[in-house]
Structures are given as C-alpha cells and as structure tokens.
C-alpha cells in the first residue's frame, strides 16, 4: 500500500496463525438495557503496549429522555480515550475541562496524580431518541509521569490524520503509524486508530511497535486462512509482519499497541499505578471526600453526587 512504504503489499496468509499471540473474546455486562464488553485486562493479557483497560459501550438505543449518565469518579495513573462513532458525552472533569465529544473526535484526560470525571448524555440528545455507541479505553502511564498534574485536551475530528488508500481509511487517535503521527501528547510509544475496511481490503499492521493488537467492532477479518468475527481482540507476536484482510461486509477495527512498560502495574476500580502504596492512597483520599485539599476534587459544575469507593 503506498501510504504504508514500509510493508510490502502481500497475501494475509503469508503469517502462521501462531503470529496470534493472544486471541481475546470479550467479556459483556448488561447495565441495564446497555451492554458493556471489556476485552483488556483480560485473564491472559493485561496490556498491549500502555493500553491497559479497553471497553466497548453499546451499540444502543435510547428513548426520549433516556441517556448515560456517568457521575463524578477519580483517576490516577493513566490517560483516558473517549472516541465515539453514535452518540455524544458531556465530559466535565476537576481540571475546570467542559467538553462535550462527539463522533470521530477525541478527549484525552491524563489523571497524572489525581482527577476525577463525569460523561453524561447531553441535554439535547435526550430530547429524542438517541444512540451510543464507542470505546473507552485507558493508557498507563510511565513511572516518571505518575505523578504529574492532570491535563485535559480535546482535538476535532478534522484535527486526526486520515489515510485513505484502495478500500482502506485510517483515522489515527493517537500516537505515530504509516508515517503520520497524532496530535495529542503521548508519554511512551503508542499508536491507536480507527479503521474501515472495505469489502475483502486489506490492512498492514504498522511494524514499528513491539506490542500490536486488533479488535474487531464490526464484520470480520481474516489471518492465515481463519476467520475472526466481531467482537474479538487479537494480540500479535512482536517482529511478524502482519497483514489482515477484510470479509465479504467488510470491517471497523480499532488497531492498537506500543512499547511494553516497564515494571508491573496495578489496577483496582479506577485507579492504576506501578505500586500497591499509590493505589492506597488514592482509595484513602476519595473516602475521604476532602474536595480540592489532596489528591481529588470534583468538576465545577458537577458536583451534587459522585461514584462512592467499592465496597
């Protein structure tokens, strides 16, 4: 493909199967009329490269007057991706961020030491019926950026680079791939994108990232002979060159990956940190409710009620 000089157009049978390192089938939960499926952390795989949480939301459909609503919670120790295709969020965060995000663009909240959050339907979507549909995925961060302040950007959908090419269109979220690199602020080697294939297209993976992973959000893929539908994550062994091929519907893909971290980390409820002692303190601190005289405080306008501490 000639937006991708670096891999040499070919045959997606040309990798073994074995190149899948690990193949992961998302776990669902229904919230009520609104299902979730989680594909990281999974039993076997906690990240790929910095991504270290990826949920899918939806798709659902919602009637007048009905929405989301995702009261105010904390974060520690990573970045935050909202990236929507239905639907829309009010995001409000304790940085003093108003943003409302909608399909094809991107918030990126990085918690550093402490942040907390909402994501609400807006006002006007609840004035009819009204559609979600979107992952939510989070980024770990290096230890030398743990403990840095929190930050919120936003970038329009005209602001991510779009490669197009024989069936093929490439929305990259973040990070560098195919020799285009995203705006946001990145704190190790990161690529994620956003892909449709066209009927029986096929797709390079980016070979400059030791972690890479596919998760299918719509239709189905093939690698080496075998078919792989929706809604799937596969991870692959670092150094193969890859190349997938669409099915005969074609496919929306997230494509995703990076640099493995150094060290462990932790995850428990919203907080992920490389120590249990920073995951403590963050517990501590939100029991505690002293809004704006630690590590939390609650968004501006957002404030009358928040997610308490799990049990």
């Not at 705006?183 to 990232?209: C, I, K, Q, W």
């Not at 640099?259 to 462990?264: D, E, I, N, W």
Request: glycine share 10%.
């Amino acid at each position: 493909m000639s937006w991708n000089p670096a891999i040499e157009p070919g045959c997606p049978d040309e990798v073994g199967i074995d190149a899948i390192e690990t193949l992961i089938i998302p776990r669902a939960r229904d919230l009520g009329g609104f299902e979730v499926r989680r594909a990281l952390p999974a039993p076997k795989r906690q990240m790929v490269g910095p991504f270290i949480f990826f949920d899918q939301a939806g798709p659902a459909e919602l009637l007048t007057g009905q929405g989301i609503d995702v009261r105010p919670h904390p974060h520690i120790g990573l970045g935050t991706v909202t990236y929507l295709y239905r639907g829309d969020f009010h995001h409000r965060d304790s940085t003093g961020a108003d943003q409302i995000i909608r399909p094809g663009a991107l918030n990126w909240m990085v918690a550093g030491r402490g942040v907390s959050h909402s994501e609400r339907t807006t006002a006007t979507a609840r004035t009819g019926p009204n559609s979600l549909f979107g992952i939510q995925t989070w980024l770990a961060l290096p230890e030398k950026n743990e403990d840095m302040a929190p930050t919120f950007n936003h970038y329009g959908e005209e602001m991510l680079p779009v490669i197009e090419d024989q069936g093929v269109s490439v929305r990259l979220i973040l990070g560098n791939a195919y020799g285009k690199t995203a705006p946001a602020t990145m704190f190790s080697e990161t690529f994620y994108a956003d892909v449709t294939l066209g009927p029986s297209a096929r797709l390079p993976m980016p070979d400059n990232h030791e972690d890479r992973g596919i998760y299918i959000v719509e239709g189905s893929i093939s690698i080496a002979g075998q078919e792989f539908e929706a809604p799937q994550m596969m991870v692959f062994r670092p150094g193969d060159r890859i190349t997938v091929a669409a099915g005969q519907k074609g496919a929306r893909l997230m494509i995703l990956g990076g640099a493995t971290l150094s060290g462990p980390r932790y995850i428990w409820w919203n907080f992920v940190a490389s120590s249990k002692e920073r995951i403590e303190e963050a517990k501590a601190e939100w029991q505690a409710q002293k809004w704006g005289e630690g590590l939390f405080d609650l968004p501006i306008d957002d404030r009358d009620e928040h997610i308490p501490l799990p049990e």
